[in-house]
């Protein structure tokens, strides 16, 4: 019976020692930059642009939310080990989707931002990021 005690003792501690619970997932975010106030008139084509400017975006299952205009918005509780779906509305109408792992990353916080010169989505590492304004606390 020793042995038996010294093992669920051992077991106990290396629950309580383990960063991540059982059952549980670790978490990655997703701050989204918001649209960048210099956009040349010509940004985008007319096959890819948004004349209204009306983006919104999603991700995976997750309520449709307006694109931010002044401030960066984050998106948390993302799980890093699943592959993730975003999709970019315009005026309410799908208009570009990428998939993505946070494992193709260093990090587990990305920056999501539309480029100004297509108007196209692009995830990036915040370290690597072309758009500064991208800042989530």
Not at 60 to 78: F, R, V
Request: proline share 8%; with cysteine; aromatic share 10%.
């Amino acid at each position: 019976m020793p042995v038996v005690k010294s093992m669920t003792t051992v077991f106990l501690i290396a629950m309580l020692l383990c960063p991540v619970s059982f059952g549980q997932s670790e978490q990655g975010s997703v701050c989204v930059a918001p649209i960048s106030k210099g956009w040349p008139p010509t940004a985008g084509t007319v096959e890819l642009a948004c004349a209204s400017n009306k983006f919104s975006l999603k991700i995976d299952a997750q309520k449709a939310i307006p694109w931010p205009s002044t401030e960066s918005i984050k998106i948390d509780g993302l799980d890093i080990n699943t592959r993730h779906r975003v999709v970019v509305y315009c005026a309410g109408k799908p208009q570009q989707s990428f998939g993505f792992r946070f494992s193709a990353f260093k990090t587990a916080e990305l920056c999501l931002f539309l480029n100004d010169l297509y108007k196209t989505a692009q995830l990036w590492d915040p370290k690597q990021n072309p758009a500064p304004w991208c800042k989530c606390n």
